[in-house]
């Protein structure tokens, strides 16, 4: 059980390029969501799904881009990356249970990525 | 709009010490969960405790406690006898029952124990 696993670990983007931050959990988990995290801001949500096809925007979007075609599989797509997106980036996973969709979130290792 | 301050940027204290991690928080709901996490040097983010709204009971487990109070929206974290092993950001976040599994993470608190 891998649990949630994140690709790449480190990226350097120009600014302008595009990419896509891979996330993948083997739980069968319901929920995930990706967040950033930056020096003195905690983490902040950019997107989160509740199942498969489904999707939303988090408390940052903008310059993001999500699906979800499997249930394992999360991607976020960087579509033209700007100085700004300069963090590190976690996804992360959590069941919906008997207990409702608050459930501890588990989360991935992180991508620190760095765009010039 | 819900929010999580932590106002203690950084606390440092020296091995055996007892200290406390202050969380505050703002929610309009009434059904709402919150939690604490650890993200140590190596930047991992491990879960340590889910408390929902309506359960105040203050929880310990070993060195760790946790005391939850309504009347002053407060979830706060006390480490007893501290170790240098502690030394890590800790969070708190909030879910409301109307944002779903969203979570809303306060700054942090850099936690340093000296030997």
């Known amino acids: 059980n891998a649990g949630v696993t994140q690709t790449p670990k480190f990226q350097v983007l120009k600014t302008g390029q595009s990419m896509t931050l891979q996330c993948a959990q083997d739980?069968?988990?319901?929920?995930m969501s990706w967040y950033r995290q930056d020096p003195g801001m905690g983490l902040r949500l950019i997107h989160y799904?509740?199942?498969?096809?489904?999707?939303d925007q988090g408390e940052v979007p903008n310059g993001y881009n999500v699906s979800r075609s499997t249930t394992e599989d999360f991607p976020l797509r960087l579509l033209s990356a700007a100085p700004s997106q300069t963090s590190v980036y976690f996804c992360?996973?959590?069941?919906?249970?008997?207990?409702?969709?608050?459930?501890?979130?588990?989360f991935g290792p992180g991508t620190r990525l760095t765009v010039l | 709009a819900q929010k999580v301050t932590q106002a203690q940027t950084e606390i440092s204290v020296v091995e055996k010490e007892d200290v406390t991690l202050d969380c505050v928080y703002e929610?309009?709901?009434?059904?709402?969960?919150l939690f604490w996490y650890k993200q140590p040097p190596s930047g991992e983010l491990v879960f340590l405790i889910r408390?929902?709204?309506?359960?105040?009971q203050n929880e310990i487990s070993g060195r760790y406690s946790w005391n939850f109070q309504k009347s002053t929206s407060s979830f706060n974290f006390t480490i007893t006898a501290s170790q240098v092993v502690d030394s890590a950001v800790y969070f708190c976040a909030l879910s409301e029952e109307t944002s779903g599994s969203r979570l809303t993470f306060g700054e942090g608190t850099q936690l340093t124990v000296n030997p």
């Open positions: 929610t309009r709901d009434t059904t709402y969960y």
């Open positions: 992360a996973s959590s069941f919906q249970g008997t207990s409702g969709p608050y459930n501890e979130q588990f």
């Open positions: 739980m069968n988990h319901e929920y």
């Open positions: 799904s509740v199942g498969a096809g489904i999707t």
């Open positions: 408390r929902n709204s309506f359960d105040e």
